[in-house]
């Protein structure tokens, strides 16, 4: 078979045995650094793209893309939704009255948002039915004075469907014994379990129930929530539809402005880190210059005599860019098969070490999901193998040169 003199020296080179010993463990150590370079690149952006696929599609799927709300309440929910509903950009529409309070059993007490919305509505806007773990939003009926709570919430308070709950609201009610905050016992109806903080944070009641503890008339909402076609596009389109409606006291809300930080933190966070760890994979590439350098010296008589025998300088230049790049392919090839498999993995393997440590690394208490998210996407393995390979053809540029400008009778001055 035929083979081009510099791909068969330089291949040989990197493969190197007996007296050589030393030149194959440093053009191994190369491959190696590259390789956990790579790899760990492939796993992080993973992980990052992995938090951010979840705050879109679980806590941006609980939270309205955008609300249209009053500070009066609004008489004619219908109307306003049909209006809003003719917006391209709109999915779907549905009313909410929110409510801040908190929530105690049996001397426990918690800070809770509570949405009180219309179950049959609510379904085409959120995510809430698809993480019930106990009960249903259906039983959320008008009078019946019931409660959804999320995982969280039921494990603080030890409590299960059919417990009772207090809700104690921020507004002092004056009586014949004196000013008492407002309270309401409700009943828990049902239990839902999306993985993240609003498991913690968050509760539903009818939207009758809301308009009854806000002691509005029991057609009255404090607006309606919107789901759109494209969340990040949510800004604009909110205020669009604001500036068309007929009653102009309407007030447009989007989700940036209560998890905007945690997304622009996310995104923020995958740059930076991508950006380090590039470095680390730029770092691991250029280590094929000290390793070129050593076997540009070691090689020294190699050189003259092949110089000696014929070969051009841009032989003896390709033999040496053959051997570093035989290092970077193979380092890269290596570092991105086993950052795909790490990344495809990781969720499991985590979740294997929490059981086995007896220790949860995520709590919903603290981070906004209670597991380790990992989403793999080709561009970034494509990008990142790309970045690695091209970064170590540079580098094999410089050491090559030098041996080319290897003069024979300098070379061979003390042989």
């Keep these: 078979m035929f083979r081009p003199l510099p791909f068969f020296i330089g291949v040989r080179y990197t493969r190197a045995k007996r007296r050589n010993h030393f030149i194959s463990f440093i053009s191994l150590t190369s491959m190696i650094g590259l390789a956990l370079g790579v790899l760990v690149m492939i796993l992080v952006l993973s992980v990052m793209n992995g938090f951010d696929r979840e705050l879109r599609t679980r806590i941006l799927g609980m939270v309205p893309h955008a609300t249209i709300s009053s500070y009066e309440p609004i008489d004619d929910w219908k109307k306003v939704a049909a209006e809003v509903m003719t917006h391209k950009e709109v999915v779907a529409v549905a009313p909410f009255t929110q409510l801040q309070g908190m929530l105690t059993h049996r001397g426990t007490v918690q800070p809770v948002l509570v949405n009180a919305v219309l179950p049959e509505a609510e379904k085409d806007v959120s995510i809430i039915t698809q993480h019930m773990v106990q009960g249903s939003l259906d039983d959320l009926k008008s009078g019946d004075f019931g409660i959804v709570i999320g995982e969280i919430t039921s494990r603080r308070f030890g409590i299960k469907i059919g417990d009772k709950l207090t809700l104690v609201l921020p507004e002092a ?143 003896i230049m390709a033999v040496f860019m053959v051997q570093g790049t035989v290092i970077g392919v193979i380092g890269t090839l290596i570092g991105g098969v086993l950052g795909v498999i790490a990344a495809l993995n990781v969720t499991t393997w985590v979740a294997w070490l929490e059981k086995l440590v007896g220790h949860q690394f995520l709590s919903s208490d603290v981070y906004f999901i209670n597991y380790l998210p990992s989403e793999l996407r080709v561009e970034d393995v494509v990008l990142i193998c790309s970045a690695a390979l091209i970064m170590s053809f540079f580098a094999t540029l410089y050491p090559a040169w030098r041996a080319s400008r290897t003069q024979p009778a300098e070379a061979l001055r003390y042989e």
Aim: aromatic fraction near 6%.
């Design 173 to 315: 009610a004056v009586t014949p014994a004196g000013v008492f905050p407002r309270l309401k016992r409700f009943t828990v109806v049902g239990i839902f379990k999306v993985g993240a903080e609003l498991d913690g944070s968050l509760a539903l009641i009818n939207i009758e129930d809301g308009a009854r503890l806000s002691r509005w008339e029991l057609n009255q909402v404090e607006g309606v929530r919107l789901k759109l076609k494209d969340l990040f596009d949510a800004p604009r389109i909110a205020w669009e539809i604001a500036r068309s409606l007929r009653e102009k006291d309407l007030q447009p809300r989007d989700w940036t402005r209560t998890h905007g930080n945690l997304f622009q933190a996310i995104q923020m966070e995958k740059t930076m880190i991508g950006l380090l760890l590039l470095l680390i994979v730029a770092v691991a590439a250029f280590n094929i210059i000290s390793t070129l350098v050593m076997v540009v010296t070691d090689k020294q008589g190699d050189i003259a005599i092949l110089r000696t025998l014929g070969a051009t300088p841009r032989q």
